[in-house]
Structure formats: structure tokens, C-alpha cells
């Protein structure tokens, strides 16, 4: 078996997508989970992902066929893998590392960091031998809105109309609480018609912003100049969002205790274990609520 690396095409991404649903679903069936059913397509958020680091795109082809894929994205000193997965008929044999190898990035004071499933040793031991470690447990939470009390709204002003002002001030926020920002990301979701963001002030003063998904009934990320805020912040999300879903989702870091404890107590079920991994302490997770898990 001859497998070579090359880096990634955009007519690539399809078939790519389609190695990473079945991989994924291997991994889900070999520990009891109900596969996910979806049409692969052309996702406008993995286009965007892909025309930011287009060098840190690569697949592992055995002849003609893709059988690995991985993406990796740089925002300042902060590595970030978005993506691995390995066809299963090819896991344990070197292709994962080797395609990790390709991506991998460093320089002085880079931090590198992914977030993975709990249920997968393998992949946390891949990612370890990195250098990375599990530092938080972000479960997916969930609860359906047939079972959701509206929460009272907080003292703080919600704000749809966003301006170039605000997007530059949750850039600065985001440096402080992330540790890097990324003004590419917010440009492409400023853009996107099934995002709303959302704006806080208190007293007039911007006090953090939230995201929420339409379409997918996801709230993510959020961030606040305080914890206290970041709680009112999701609550105030919570009432706000408008979802074609029967649901509303997020990852809440569990070392946000006030956050964690607030959703469970308002009806919250955990519905997966991930884990944030990453070399170097990173992102303050008591004022910040990660994006959706390939960009964080
Ligand atoms: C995780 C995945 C990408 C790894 O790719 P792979 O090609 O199977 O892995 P490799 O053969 O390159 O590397 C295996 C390494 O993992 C490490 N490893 C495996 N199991 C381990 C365990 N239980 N504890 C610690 N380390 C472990 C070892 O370092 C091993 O290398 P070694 O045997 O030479 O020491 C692949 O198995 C996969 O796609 N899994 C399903 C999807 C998934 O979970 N993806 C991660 C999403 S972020």
C-alpha cells in the first residue's frame, strides 16, 4: 500500500467531507452511538476555513481514492487543528501523524489546541503525543424547546444592528479573552444570512456579544468583559434565539462553573463528552464560550 500527502484542492473537499462522515460514523457505531445521517455539500464555513489556510489543507490518498484529511488554521501565535480523520480501513498505520506532521506550525509562544471527542483514546493520544493535553471537558449541551421555559430576560441591551465599531471592539474583546483575535471569521459571519449577532451593553457600554446559528439552533461563540456577564449574555441569547430547529445547542466549558451549573439547573441534557486540548493555558473560559469545534 503506497500512500502519498498532497495538499488539499478545493474539488477535494467533497470527497474529503464524505471519508470524514464515514470515519466519523465508524467511530460512533464502534461505541454504541447512532450514526449521523447528512448530506455532504459544500459547506460555505469549510469553503472559508480552506480559503484562510489553504497550505494547511492536505489529504492522504491511496491511489485515487482520499483515505486521510486534515486542516489546520493559524490566527496569530494560535495554532488551531479544525480537522483529522482517517478512513478506518487505514487508521494505525502512520497516516494520522503523518498528516499532522504537514500541518503542524511552531514558533516562539505558539500554543496549539483542537478540541476532539472524549469517547476517542486514540485521537487523544495522537494529539499528546503533540504535546497537547486534555486542559477542560466541553460537553455538547442541548434542550429542546418544547421543554424550555423562556428565561427573564437580563438588565443588559440587546443589540442586533451591528456596526463596524462593534465587530472592531469584540476583535479587542476577543485578543483579551481568547488570546488572539480573528477578524477573518468575523467578517465571513457578519456576512452570513442564518447568523445573528448579537451585542450587550449595560448602562450604554458594550459588555460582550453573542452568535446564534438559525438554522442549527446553535449558540456559539459568546464572550463578556466579565463571568457574570457572560451568564446574563446566554440567558438573554437563550430567550432571543430564533430557530428552525427543535432545539437549542451550545459547548459549555465545564471550568465555567456558574455557566455550566446555570444550564443544567435550566433543563440542559448533555448530549457528548469533547474535550478541549491544547500546550499552553489558552482562552478564558470563565468570560468566553467556544465557537462551533473546528474553529473555536
Ligand atoms: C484519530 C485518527 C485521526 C488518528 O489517525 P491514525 O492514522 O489512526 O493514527 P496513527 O496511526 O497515525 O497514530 C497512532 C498513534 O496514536 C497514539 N495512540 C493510539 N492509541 C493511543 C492510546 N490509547 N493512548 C495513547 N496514545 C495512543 C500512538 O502514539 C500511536 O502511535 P504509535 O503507536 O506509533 O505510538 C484516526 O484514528 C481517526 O480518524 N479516528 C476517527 C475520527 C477521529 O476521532 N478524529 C479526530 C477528530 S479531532
Redesign the pocket.
Known amino acids: 500500500m503506497k500512500i502519498t500527502y498532497k495538499l488539499c484542492r478545493e474539488n477535494d473537499l467533497i470527497p474529503a467531507f464524505k471519508m470524514v462522515r464515514g ?2 460514523n ?2 460512533r457505531k464502534s461505541t454504541g452511538k447512532e450514526p449521523l445521517r447528512y448530506r455532504v455539500r459544500r459547506y460555505p464555513e469549510v469553503i472559508h476555513l480552506y480559503n484562510n489556510d489553504q497550505k494547511r489543507f492536505w489529504c492522504a490518498w491511496d491511489g485515487k481514492k482520499i483515505i ?1 484529511f486534515t486542516g489546520a488554521l493559524l490566527r496569530g501565535k494560535q495554532w488551531y ?1 479544525a ?4 478512513h478506518p480501513r ?9 498528516l499532522l506532521k504537514r500541518v503542524w506550525m511552531n514558533a516562539p509562544g505558539m500554543t496549539h489546541s ?1 478540541s ?2 472524549a469517547y ?7 494529539y ?2 503533540f504535546g497537547m493535553a486534555p486542559l477542560c471537558a466541553l460537553p455538547v449541551m442541548e434542550i429542546k424547546l418544547d421543554k424550555l421555559q423562556r428565561p427573564v430576560p437580563s438588565d443588559l441591551k440587546a443589540s442586533t444592528t451591528i456596526t463596524r465599531q462593534d465587530i472592531a471592539w469584540i476583535n479587542q474583546l476577543e485578543a483579551k479573552i481568547r488570546g488572539y483575535s480573528r477578524p477573518q471569521e468575523w467578517r465571513f459571519w457578519s456576512k452570513q444570512d442564518e447568523i445573528q449577532i448579537y451585542l450587550f451593553r449595560n448602562k450604554g457600554q458594550r459588555v460582550g456579544y453573542s452568535m446564534a446559528h438559525k438554522k442549527w439552533g446553535v449558540i456559539a461563540p459568546a464572550g463578556a468583559v466579565t463571568n457574570d456577564y457572560l451568564t446574563k449574555i446566554v440567558t438573554d441569547t437563550i430567550g432571543l434565539i430564533k430557530t428552525s430547529e427543535k432545539s437549542i445547542r451550545l459547548y459549555c466549558p465545564t471550568n465555567n462553573l456558574n455557566l455550566y451549573r446555570y444550564l443544567i439547573g435550566m433543563g440542559f441534557r448533555i448530549l457528548e463528552m469533547d474535550l478541549f486540548l491544547s500546550d499552553k493555558p489558552y482562552a478564558d473560559f470563565q468570560r468566553y464560550l467556544p465557537a462551533q469545534l473546528a474553529i473555536f
Not at 480537522?83 to 482517517?86: A, D, E, I, R, S
Not at 487505514?90 to 494520522?96: D, E, L
Not at 476517542?120 to 495522537?126: P, R
Request: proline share 0%; net charge positive; glycine share 12%.
Open positions: 470515519s466519523m465508524h467511530l486521510g487543528l480537522f483529522l480523520f482517517v487505514y487508521q494505525n498505520k502512520g497516516v494520522g501523524r503523518e483542537l476532539t471527542f476517542n483514546v486514540q485521537a487523544v493520544g495522537i499528546s503525543k
